[in-house]
């Protein structure tokens, strides 16, 4: 068995016996809600789809990961497996690549800036709390698409037994997923989905404070290229005063930071992401993202990690 | 000697939207790939229209390297489905030939 049939095993058999492909758990997938007092369900949820809050755990064990990816130890990706069928190995990851306290503190506050974000455009969003299910995005992009009915099927059930009827994602891909793929997959999906961007664009909602900054604008290839979410963050940060500054490969033309292959080929995902972020700190020393796999990529490939911030910081700063 | 299958690309296309005959090799897809692997993507439909299988499973390193960004959509002239033919393209090989 190759290498990339080993870790794609292992990421199929975690979606298929534990739902996710990357134990975290439920506390922390759900601790970003503790004193938002959000109610549960309802016909319009927030779906984080545990994307910011599985950043931590992917920066930590990526850092492990890239250091004996070209190495012979690969060579027992097979028997990991093996082993992961009975053991829960990306549950021990965490002793093993622990997470930042500050990486896990940064992603429930993107979260609970974004829940805020709502509240105030005077959308009453719920929660699914322990509920949510990871859509697996990781396994669809790599072809594996069999197990995604399944979770899609239960993903409906829970949504129908909640009374759900909009959906309001945080992150491109979790968007695509739910508006797209389970669409397509599974045809009695059918929710109203849009991504927070959008709903916070449609409701013109008004700053508090204007900011007086320039920042250079990564779009994410999800959010540009599958869903055309291009003007709305530019509305939202024209708003709030932002002078935003558009790099050459932007809007429909923007470059990949290059998280997909994360997963697989760390190094290469690192190089792509350096040359990006190069990019694009040459237009301004603050940048923003809109999706928190482009967010931890970029930022991890430079010694300028500070410079690069989530929308969501930038947003609750002007509005809240 | 190319050893030609010619049941593969009934199993690669199981979706309308494969598309890959679609493609007349200019290349623009991949001047313009982040990535830089020149088989990607048009040298890849070649061996998946031909029935090259052990082409393909060659390339699967770089078939996986993919980022699926669909900056090469944006300007190919033939509207091929790059992405997602070569979504189906893993879906095939994690199925029959990666054990997954």
Same mark, same amino acid.
């Given at each position: ?40 369900? /309802?016909? /319009?949820?927030? #779906? /984080? ?15 492990? #990961? ?81 197990? %995604? ?103 429909? *033309? ?54 690069? *911030?989530?929308?969501?910081?930038? %947003?609750?700063?002007?509005? *809240? | ?48 229209? &031909? ?15 993919? &980022? ?24 095939? &090989? ?7």
């Amino acid at each position: 068995m190759s290498k990339v049939g080993a870790v794609l095993g292992i990421l199929n058999d975690n979606f298929e016996k534990r739902k996710t492909v990357f134990s975290v758990s439920k506390e922390s997938l759900t601790s970003w809600a503790k004193d938002l007092n959000i109610k549960k369900g /309802t016909d /319009t949820i927030i #779906y /984080t789809g545990h994307m910011y809050q599985l950043m931590p755990i992917t920066k930590s064990a990526t850092s492990i #990961y890239e250091n004996f990816e070209e190495s012979s130890l690969m060579n027992f990706a097979p028997v990991g497996r093996f082993i992961n069928k009975f053991v829960d190995l990306s549950s021990m990851s965490k002793y093993a690549a622990k997470p930042e306290k500050k990486e896990e503190e940064r992603s429930n506050k993107c979260l609970q800036n974004i829940y805020q974000l709502l509240k105030y455009a005077g959308v009453e969003a719920g929660y699914l709390y322990e509920d949510e299910l990871y859509v697996g995005t990781l396994l669809y992009d790599n072809g594996i698409d069999e197990p %995604l009915i399944n979770q899609a099927k239960i993903l409906n059930k829970i949504l129908k037994d909640n009374f759900v009827q909009n959906i309001i994602t945080v992150d491109p891909h979790t968007t695509h997923m739910l508006r797209k793929v389970y669409k397509k997959i599974l045809p009695e999906f059918d929710y109203n989905v849009k991504n927070y961007i959008e709903v916070l664009y449609e409701k013109k909602i008004k700053p508090q404070n204007k900011l007086n900054m320039t920042l250079a604008i990564h779009d994410s290839c999800v959010l540009a290229r599958y869903e055309e979410v291009i003007d709305e963050p530019r509305t939202l940060l024209k708003n709030a005063g932002v002078d935003y500054v558009e790099p050459e490969l932007s809007r429909k *033309l923007t470059h990949c930071c290059g998280g997909p292959i994360e997963s697989l080929f760390p190094k290469k995902a690192k190089e792509i992401a350096s040359k990006r972020a190069n990019d694009l700190l040459s237009c301004s020393n603050i940048v923003t993202t809109m999706c928190p796999i482009c967010l931890l990529n970029l930022k991890e490939s430079t010694p300028a990690k500070d410079n690069f *911030l989530d929308l969501s910081e930038i %947003l609750a700063k002007a509005y *809240l | 000697m190319i050893k030609v299958n010619s049941g593969l690309i009934d199993k690669i296309k199981i979706d309308e939207n494969f598309n890959a005959s679609a493609c007349f090799n200019c290349g623009t897809c991949s001047a313009l790939c982040p990535v830089g692997f020149d088989i990607l993507p048009r040298k890849l439909f070649r061996y998946v229209l &031909l029935g090259d299988e052990e082409k393909i499973l060659e390339s699967t390193d770089q078939i996986f390297s993919c &980022l699926l960004c669909r900056m090469c959509e944006e300007q190919c002239p033939q509207e091929v489905n790059i992405t997602e033919n070569i979504r189906l393209i893993r879906s095939y &090989l994690a199925k029959s030939k990666l054990g997954v």
